[in-house]
């Protein structure tokens, strides 16, 4: 009887102290979960999921499919710290424009990451005001470091594609809805590059840059419905653009065609 005790005993304290020496947990996904709603969920991040799971499309899982989460994210959370690298950045009470906003923050504000859904996160400011940012307006650089290098083509291009799926709204210059131009406008003002706000006019600013000299994070423009520099897009490398594209209906990823290779007129480079 009292072997028979201990070995019970034994497995409660296994059952107790596991999680404490950094055993993975597991989940299984159901109907109708994402990355996003699960990582809320259990306190972590998505980042997190996928790097111990071997995810490389976070929007790829399936009911059944078996998550291992590792505990010591879970206990940790995502308490790092970042910075807002745009002017006059809305806190929201919630993670959608539909939200009511909390307060404007300035460039440079400090914030506490404690949780994200798709394009927003959650953060806490320094006098315990918490809501939630858009994403690409935070930097996990310093303040220092933004002032002499937040112009960086990774910081464009990262912000450039956590617009992926917006929808193109002609005249729009918002996340409810960019034109080519209006997208353009706000992923460089997020690293604090002012640009005009039409694509004849972005045109006239920057460094011209030859077809075959392109770089990430170069501004590219084409003659589409219009003569001249009518369509703005973002060179993201391997000959490929992303744009607000009106074809599409959203902003997209395209690659040089011989549609867009024939209607090249030049391209701009704004950063250093």
């Known amino acids: 009887?009292?072997?028979?005790?201990?070995?019970?005993?034994?497995?409660i304290l296994m059952f107790f102290f596991l999680p404490s020496l950094g055993m993975a947990a597991q989940y299984t996904v159901k109907s109708g979960d994402t990355l996003w709603s699960i990582a809320k969920m259990l306190g972590t991040t998505v980042e997190a999921i996928c790097k111990?799971?071997?995810?490389?499309?976070p929007g790829r899982i399936t009911p059944g499919q078996i998550l291992?989460?590792?505990?010591?994210?879970?206990?940790?959370?995502?308490?790092?710290?970042?910075?807002?690298?745009?002017?006059?950045v809305n806190l929201r009470s919630g993670p959608g424009l539909n939200y009511?906003?909390?307060?404007?923050?300035?460039?440079?504000?400090?914030?506490?990451?404690l949780?994200?859904?798709?394009?927003?996160?959650?953060?806490?400011?320094?006098?315990?005001?918490?809501?939630?940012?858009?994403?690409?307006?935070?930097?996990?650089?310093t303040a220092e470091s933004i002032s002499r290098?937040?112009?960086?083509?990774?910081?464009?291009?990262?912000?450039?594609?956590r617009c992926l799926g917006i929808p193109y709204v002609w005249g729009g210059d918002s996340l409810s809805g960019y034109d080519c131009s209006?997208?353009?406008q706000a992923v460089f003002l997020a690293v604090?590059?002012?640009?005009?706000?039409?694509?004849?006019?972005?045109?006239?600013?920057?460094?011209?840059?030859?077809?075959?000299?392109?770089?990430?994070?170069?501004?590219?423009?084409?003659?589409?419905?219009a003569s001249g520099a009518s369509h703005v897009g973002i060179y993201m490398g391997d000959e490929s653009f992303i744009h607000a594209s009106s074809a599409a209906g959203k902003v997209t990823i395209t690659r040089f065609t011989s549609y867009y290779r024939t209607r090249f007129v030049g391209a701009k480079r704004y950063i250093l």
């Open 68 to 88: 291992d989460i590792n505990d010591e994210t879970l206990k940790k959370r995502s308490q790092s710290s970042g910075i807002l690298n745009a002017d006059a």
């Open 115 to 141: 949780n994200e859904s798709e394009d927003w996160s959650n953060v806490r400011i320094d006098n315990d005001r918490e809501g939630w940012v858009w994403k690409a307006f935070i930097s996990s650089k």
């Open 192 to 225: 604090g590059v002012r640009l005009p706000r039409v694509s004849f006019d972005q045109f006239r600013e920057g460094r011209p840059i030859a077809f075959e000299d392109l770089l990430p994070g170069d501004a590219v423009f084409f003659t589409t419905y």
């Open 52 to 57: 111990f799971n071997g995810i490389e499309d």
């Open 149 to 161: 290098s937040g112009r960086s083509a990774d910081a464009i291009l990262e912000n450039a594609k």
């Open 182 to 184: 209006g997208f353009v």
């Open 1 to 11: 009887m009292l072997k028979r005790t201990t070995i019970c005993l034994a497995f």
């Open 100 to 113: 009511s906003s909390l307060a404007l923050l300035e460039r440079g504000t400090r914030v506490t990451l």
